[in-house]
């Protein structure tokens, strides 16, 4: 046999007629392979001229709003509080709360995100010096600070006569105390005008906690504190407003009448997107209550869902949603397929609506079936802007619920709202979110589409988080692309390759051959 020179490798390589690998559209060809999941394909790898951390994970999740890394906590009561939104947020991504509660408890959570970091507050927590250390203590026990500026009627836009903080008030006994024996009345002001970079330079420099802004009259009109500088220090691909400098955050609301009340709520808490959570999201309430939030809250970006085809995203689209959410019974707690025979196989679900929805500047968001790092790739190859994950952040620190030990093992609580558990959760006559969620808000007889579980603690998921970020650029390198976009287009284009896999070639690609193994995803 002769041998063709090494030098003209990669030209003989033309002599093929097409490149290594599957197209996105042979991959997806539903005549010849079916319905597909992420484990049922894998992408193969290209050329590395990059470091991993110069990769690129920014994205879209509405026409309007972008995140530094690709993701969001899933709007379920063992899921996204506001713990959990709080720290999605600082880490890039975005948490939706959930509405399995009262309108008031969803508003406060929101309100707790928004307050938490912020660049000038614009609308702080003012007290009088009439008032008692009862109120800051009820300040703290509210909004978790208790650094509050007095002025001489209590509201802002007053005369700026001290402020009251931990230390002032960490040594009184008496809880009656007026704050005017108490406060501190020798301050260092920023003046009105300032900007964010001179007004940090003085705090830096005064070595206080807060630095209050006032007029030409001495009068408040805003405040800044050391901790949201510390935060800007250590978190600096946080998800902010960019006028405001207050992390992102989103809220999940049904489509019933109630629910333009909740709506209300959340708005005034400074809600930045909202989310309606719905199992079918093709239907008359939604593509109904799009349309009359984008007249009564113009501000506001809506992620619609949830979807898995075509013709269910174009009516929503065509209602004015700015986001998709696509997932129907993929969830590792989600029985719809297996009750509802309905549904559609999540690589499937999120390429065909992904195409479609592209074309429109829609982003999407693939919901269900992540359960680590290979899966988020693959859903973002597929065309998904970014990913929504229940289970896998389920059992992290920031998730509602305690811990619990059973045969040796520190666990959580983990269940779908489609489960008995969630529909049963303080159902009045308008029904709660899991009710809503899956139209049965007037059934007598609750059928369940999600079970409950539990999970493994998983540790915080500010390392959990910082671990998928890692793991997604790494994979983006094999891949060879340094940014999802780049990656994306390339797809679209027929450059990035795929392969299927058939049942052995998944069992090979997992661990296999070992008496027993530890498996330890990462190292912090």
């Known amino acids: 046999m002769t041998f063709l020179n090494c030098s003209t490798a990669n030209s003989v390589l033309t002599q093929y007629g097409r490149r290594d690998g599957l197209s996105i559209e042979a991959l997806m060809d539903e005549q010849i392979s079916g319905g597909l999941t992420y484990n049922d394909f894998l992408i193969l790898p290209g050329f590395i001229d990059f470091s991993a951390d110069k990769t690129s994970l920014e994205c879209k999740i509405t026409k309007n709003i972008t995140l530094k890394t690709p993701f969001l906590s899933s709007p379920m009561d063992t899921v996204t509080e506001a713990d959990m939104a709080i720290s999605m947020a600082l880490l890039g991504g975005i948490g939706i709360i959930h509405h399995n509660c009262t309108a008031v408890e969803q508003a406060n959570m929101v309100r707790t995100v928004k307050k938490f970091e912020n660049g000038f507050i614009m609308d702080p927590v003012v007290l009088s010096p009439e008032n008692t250390v009862a109120d800051v203590q009820e300040v703290k026990a509210q909004y978790g600070f208790c650094g509050v500026p007095i002025t001489e009627n209590g509201k802002l836009h007053s005369k700026l006569v001290g402020i009251v903080t931990a230390r002032d008030i960490q040594f009184q006994q008496d809880s009656n105390t007026p704050l005017k024996k108490v406060m501190t009345t020798e301050l260092v002001v920023g003046r009105e005008g300032i900007n964010l970079t001179e007004a940090n330079n003085i705090l830096c420099a005064s070595k206080k906690g807060k630095l209050p802004i006032v007029d030409s009259k001495g009068s408040l009109v805003a405040l800044l504190a050391r901790s949201d500088l510390l935060k800007n220090q250590n978190y600096p691909n946080a998800s902010k407003v960019a006028k405001s400098k207050q992390l992102l955050v989103g809220a999940a609301i049904g489509t019933r009448p109630d629910d333009k009340d909740r709506l209300k709520l959340l708005a005034e808490a400074g809600l930045d997107v909202i989310v309606l959570d719905s199992s079918q999201g093709n239907s008359i309430y939604q593509i109904e209550m799009i349309k009359w939030i984008k007249k009564n809250y113009p501000q506001l970006d809506i992620i619609a869902g949830n979807v898995v085809t075509r013709e269910q995203a174009a009516n929503l689209i065509e209602a004015g949603a700015d986001g998709l959410r696509i997932g129907m019974g993929s969830g590792s707690i989600c029985i719809t397929q297996e009750v509802m025979a309905c549904g559609r196989p999540q690589a499937t679900a999120v390429y065909r609506v992904s195409e479609f929805a592209r074309r429109f500047g829609v982003p999407t968001i693939a919901d269900g079936g992540i359960g680590n790092v290979g899966h988020i790739v693959k ?121 299927k896999r058939t049942a052995a070639a998944q069992l090979e690609g997992g661990v296999h051959g070992l008496h027993s193994f530890e498996k330890k995803l990462f190292s912090a």
């Not at 065309?383 to 666990?411: D, K």
């Not at 369940?448 to 650029?473: C, E, H, M, P």
């Open 379 to 499: 859903a973002l190859a597929l065309g998904a802007s970014a990913v929504m994950m229940g289970g896998l952040l389920a059992g992290t620190t920031e998730t509602p619920g305690e811990y619990f030990y059973h045969e040796g093992q520190r666990l959580k609580r983990y269940r779908g709202m489609g489960s008995i558990d969630a529909m049963s959760h303080s159902s009045g006559k308008e029904g709660n979110a899991a009710t809503k969620r899956y139209f049965s808000e007037g059934d007598v007889v609750k059928v369940a589409q999600g079970v409950v579980g539990n999970v493994v603690d998983k540790g915080s998921v500010r390392k959990f988080i910082q671990y998928l970020v890692t793991g997604v650029q790494h994979s983006l390198q094999d891949i060879g692309y340094s940014s999802v976009q780049t990656m994306k287009e390339a797809v679209y284009e027929g450059n990035v390759r795929f392969e």
